[in-house]
């Protein structure tokens, strides 16, 4: 059974940082694409980043690049979402996502992954 949760969410400043981790379970998370996405109230889930399957390359939405970092470690079977200088508008739920079998041109689409979690609030705000 997959199990995939996460923590590291809270309020913060803008310009501030949060990390977020995800602890997972029931599956092997090297050989699995893993990846994050956000939701906004009233708005689709976005994707925010992800490692492709069986690879250490890494992917980022438009909106978070160079100011966002996806990373694990495989010993722990955690992955970590590293995310400085923060906005109002990254505000939301973010959710920890996982697959094993996942291709590259369905990563960002959330309807296409098999596994989340329960999802973490992080909000910026002055």
């Known amino acids: 059974q997959v199990q995939l949760v996460e923590s590291g969410g809270g309020s913060v400043r803008p310009g501030d940082s949060l990390r977020l981790s995800c602890a997972t379970s029931?599956?092997?998370?090297?050989?699995?694409?893993t990846g994050w996405f956000r939701q906004a109230p009233g708005k689709e889930r976005e994707f925010v980043a992800a490692f492709k399957r069986s690879s250490t390359t890494t992917l980022y939405g438009d909106s978070v690049k160079g100011r966002f970092t996806i990373s694990r470690d495989n010993a722990k079977n955690t992955v970590y979402l590293q995310m400085n200088n923060l906005k109002p508008e990254d505000t939301g739920v973010y959710y920890c996502a996982a697959d094993p079998s996942i291709i590259l041109s369905s990563l960002f689409d959330p309807r296409h992954w098999d596994y989340w979690g329960q999802g973490t609030q992080v909000t910026v705000s002055s």
């Open positions: 029931g599956l092997a998370i090297s050989r699995s694409a």
